[in-house]
């Protein structure tokens, strides 16, 4: 069983940056592939990042450029450094581990807004 909780979201100015973290207990976080989605109110949840057990990255067209995922494995925490946050990157964030098996975290808001 592998439990995944987010933190590092809050309210950040359009143009300011935030990073959010992913810390995953169990065991073989290094085997998952990792990603983060978003809900923003009244739309799908949507894949913002993603990151394999061998490193490589993807990310949806809406943060590529602005958004960067990493992992670190010594930690079992996977991160999502945001930058030129703009008011619709507001939403719900989530983490989501997945090996075989399908993990996903609590969810972390983010709210970008002068």
């Known amino acids: 069983q592998v439990q995944l909780v987010e933190s590092g979201g809050g309210l950040v100015q359009p143009g300011g940056s935030l990073r959010l973290s992913c810390a995953a207990s169990?065991?073989?976080?290094?085997?998952?592939?990792m990603d983060w989605y978003r809900q923003a109110p009244g739309k799908q949840r949507e894949l913002v990042a993603t990151i394999s057990s061998g490193g490589t990255t993807g990310y949806g067209d809406s943060v590529k450029g602005r958004f960067t995922i990493s992992r670190d494995n010594t930690k079992n925490t996977v991160y999502l450094q945001m930058n030129s946050l703009q008011p619709e990157d507001t939403a719900v964030y989530y983490c989501r581990g997945h090996w075989g098996s399908d993990y996903w975290g609590q969810g972390t808001q983010v709210t970008v807004s002068s």
């Open positions: 169990g065991s073989f976080f290094s085997r998952y592939t």
